[in-house]
Nanobody
Framework: QVQLVESGGGLVQPGGSLRLSCAAS??????MGWYRQAPGKQRDLVATITSGGTTKYADSVKDRFTISRDNAKNTVCLQMNSLKPEDTAVYYC???????????WGQGTQVTVSS
């Protein structure tokens, strides 16, 4: 029943921008966010946001990325600016259900930053 649909990934040049979107359905969600995984590395937190609007960012993206959500639509977005080659990874949407906190994941969307 729970489904997370991601969109917005693609190829961009260094310094460019990209906007990721994730539409969640099938439950009420409290925390939502984005994680990323580069080849040969673990999956790391990028940014999260609670239903109340509290945000958390990885230090490496804090001044460049902005996370937002529309609670009525259960949609979370990640605006990525000043992209760097090291941002290249598969980006995964995450959502935690309410009232029982179970974590769900999207299938991932590829973001490639290259000239």
């Amino acid at each position: 029943q729970v489904q997370l649909v991601e969109s917005g990934g693609g190829l961009v040049q260094p310094g460019g921008s990209l906007r990721l979107s994730c539409a969640a359905s099938g439950s009420i969600f409290n925390a939502m966010g984005w994680y990323r995984q580069a080849p040969g590395k673990q999956r790391d937190l990028v940014a999260t946001i609670t239903s109340g609007g509290t945000t958390k960012y990885a230090d490496s993206v804090k001044d460049r990325f902005t996370i937002s959500r529309d609670n009525a639509k259960n949609t979370v977005c990640l605006q990525m600016n000043s992209l760097k080659p090291e941002d290249t990874a598969v980006y995964y949407c995450n959502a935690v259900t309410y009232p029982y906190p179970y974590s769900y994941w999207g299938q991932g969307t590829q973001v490639t930053v290259s000239s």
